[in-house]
C-alpha cells in the first residue's frame, strides 16, 4: 500500500481505486488527514478471544484484502487487544508504518467514570504505546464524552501529544455536534473522525433526517442532534460501528430469525453480485455519500473476506432504499 501520508484537503478525498496489491479495496483520502486508508477497517475489540498466532493470521488476513487501518481501544480486554496486537504484528511481515493504527481512550469501567481530562488522555496514549509496544499512534480517538470535560485541557493534551510525535491525528467516538463544536473552538489540530454507531438496521444515524416532525413513529426522536450532517459540513470522517448488529450488541443480523425480510432482501442482491449477505449489509454503509468507513468487528477470516467483498458492489440508489425499506423502515 501506498504509505499513509499527509493529505489535503483536495477533492481527492473519497476517490475509490482498485489498491496497489491489485484487491478491489475501496480506498479514501481524508480530508486534513491521511491519504489512501482503507474504508473497511479492521475492529479488534474482539481480539482478546484470539492467541498471538490466530491474531497475527487475521491481521495479516485483513492486510491481504486490502485493509490498512486498525482500530483499538484501552477498554477493548481491558487493554488486551492492544496487547495482542503488540505481539502478533512482528509475526506477520507487516512493516508498522505500512499500516494506519488508531487507538481510543477515556472509558474507565473500572472506575465507573469516563475521563477526557489532560493527565489522563496524556497517561492513556503511554500505555496505549506500550502495550502496542509502538512509539506512535496514527489516530487517537476520546472514545465517549466524558461529562466533565474541559476542552482546553483536551487541547493541551493534544497538543503535547502531537509536537512529542506520539500522535498524528486526533477524532472522537460518540459525540455530538455541540460537543464537537466545544471541542474545535479549542483544539488546534483538526478532528477527522467520529466514530458512531451504525448498521442497516440500527440506523438512527440515518433516519432522523427522513421522519422530522412525523407524529406516527418514534424514528422521528432526535436521538443524535443531527450528527450525521454535522459531520459531513465539517468534513469529519463518521466510522461505523457494529456495522452487522442489531440493538446495542444484540448479535449479527445476518441470518437472524428474526429479520426474515431483510435476510431476503440482502439474499436478493447478494445473488445478483455473485458476494455474500455480508457484503451487501456493508455495501449499504459505503454507498452513503457521506464516505464513511465500516469498521469490521469479525475475528473469523471467511468472515472478514466476506466482509470486504462489500468493496467490490456499488449499490444503486433504488437498492440502497429497498434494503432500507427491508429493515423495517417506511417512505413518510
Ligand atoms: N466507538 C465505540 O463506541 C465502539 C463500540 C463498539 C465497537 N466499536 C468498534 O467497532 C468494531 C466492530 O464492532 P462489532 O464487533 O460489534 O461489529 P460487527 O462486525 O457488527 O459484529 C461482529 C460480530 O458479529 C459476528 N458475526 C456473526 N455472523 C457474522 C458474519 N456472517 N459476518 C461477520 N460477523 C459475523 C462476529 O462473529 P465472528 O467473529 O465469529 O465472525 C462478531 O462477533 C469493534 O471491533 C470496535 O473496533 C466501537
Not at 145 to 160: I, Y
Not at 187 to 211: A, C, H, M, R, T
Not at 242 to 256: N, T
Not at 264 to 272: C, E, G, I, P, Y
Amino acid at each position: 500500500m501506498a504509505s499513509c501520508g499527509q493529505g489535503t484537503a483536495s477533492q481527492d478525498q473519497g476517490t475509490d481505486e482498485v489498491n496497489k496489491r491489485g484487491k478491489a479495496m475501496k480506498m479514501t483520502n481524508i480530508v486534513n488527514g491521511p491519504d489512501n486508508v482503507s474504508r473497511i477497517i479492521m475492529g479488534c475489540m474482539r481480539m482478546p478471544a484470539l492467541s498471538v498466532d490466530e491474531a497475527a493470521g487475521m491481521i495479516k488476513t485483513a492486510h491481504e484484502l486490502g485493509i490498512n487501518f486498525f482500530d483499538h481501544a484501552t477498554c477493548y480486554g481491558d487493554g488486551e487487544a492492544e496487547k495482542r496486537f503488540g505481539d502478533a504484528l512482528p509475526l506477520t511481515g507487516i512493516r508498522r508504518e505500512d499500516i494506519f493504527i488508531q487507538s481510543k481512550c477515556g472509558l474507565h469501567f473500572d472506575r465507573q467514570e469516563f475521563d477526557w481530562s489532560r493527565d489522563d488522555i496524556l497517561m492513556c496514549v503511554d500505555e496505549i504505546l506500550e502495550r502496542l509496544q509502538m512509539d506512535y499512534l496514527d489516530a487517537l480517538l476520546l472514545h465517549r464524552p466524558d461529562l466533565l470535560f474541559d476542552p482546553e485541557e483536551v487541547a493541551e493534551a493534544f497538543d503535547k501529544l502531537h509536537t512529542s510525535g506520539k500522535v498524528r491525528y486526533f477524532g472522537v467516538s460518540n459525540t455530538t455536534p455541540g460537543q464537537l463544536e466545544l471541542l474545535r473552538k479549542y483544539v488546534k489540530q483538526p478532528i477527522l473522525f467520529n466514530q458512531l454507531q451504525l448498521s442497516i438496521e440500527q440506523s438512527q444515524l440515518i433516519d432522523g433526517g427522513l421522519y422530522l416532525n412525523n407524529m406516527t413513529t418514534d424514528m422521528s426522536i432526535n436521538r443524535d442532534y443531527g450528527v450525521l450532517d454535522y459531520c459531513r459540513l465539517h468534513d469529519i470522517t463518521i466510522q461505523a460501528w457494529s456495522p452487522l448488529q442489531f440493538g446495542m450488541f444484540g448479535g449479527c443480523f445476518i441470518d437472524h430469525p428474526d429479520f426474515p425480510e431483510l435476510n431476503a432482501a440482502l439474499q436478493k442482491l447478494a445473488d445478483k453480485y455473485g458476494v455474500s449477505k455480508t457484503a451487501i449489509a456493508i455495501a449499504w454503509i459505503l454507498k452513503h455519500p457521506a464516505r464513511m468507513q465500516a469498521i469490521a468487528g469479525t475475528m473469523n477470516p471467511d468472515h472478514l473476506r466476506e466482509f470486504c467483498d462489500a468493496s467490490k458492489v456499488d449499490l444503486t440508489h433504488n437498492e440502497w432504499y429497498e434494503l432500507y425499506l427491508a429493515s423495517g423502515k417506511f417512505l413518510p
